[in-house]
């Protein structure tokens, strides 16, 4: 088992910048393919980004693409989600998730962080 906890949410204008942590204890992200998913009050949870184990691949929301990166560090057990330009829109709770494989389904995930509220100011 492996437990997630997000981290570096906040309060931001339109067009700055955050970036979030997902600090993992238990079994290491080596183990696991990693996933960002935002849900806005009233709406779905929806996917964002993913990473491989390994880290060599890298998945995005069309919504997302250019403007946020994922990475993890394997020593560090830690996966981040570089937000850049963002938007009104962006405006969430931020989770991590890890699951046997990079999917953009929720259900393709087994272990979820309680999340990040993400503010984005016009």
């Known amino acids: 088992q492996v437990q997630l906890v997000e981290s570096g949410g906040g309060l931001v204008q339109a067009g700055g910048s955050l970036r979030l942590s997902c600090a993992a204890s238990g079994r290491t992200f080596s183990s696991y393919a990693t996933g960002w998913f935002r849900q806005a009050p009233g709406k779905e949870r929806m996917f964002v980004a993913a990473?491989?184990?390994?880290?060599?691949?890298?998945y995005y929301a069309d919504s997302v693409k250019g403007r946020f990166t994922i990475s993890k560090d394997n020593a560090k057990n830690t996966v981040y989600l570089q937000m850049n330009s963002l938007k009104p829109e962006d405006t969430a709770v931020y989770y991590c998730?890890?699951?046997?494989?990079?999917?953009?389904?929720?259900?393709?995930?087994?272990?979820w962080g309680p999340g990040t509220q993400v503010t984005v100011s016009s």
């Open positions: 998730a890890a699951g046997a494989s990079s999917a953009v389904y929720t259900y393709e995930y087994a272990y």
């Open positions: 990473i491989s184990r390994s880290g060599g691949s890298t």
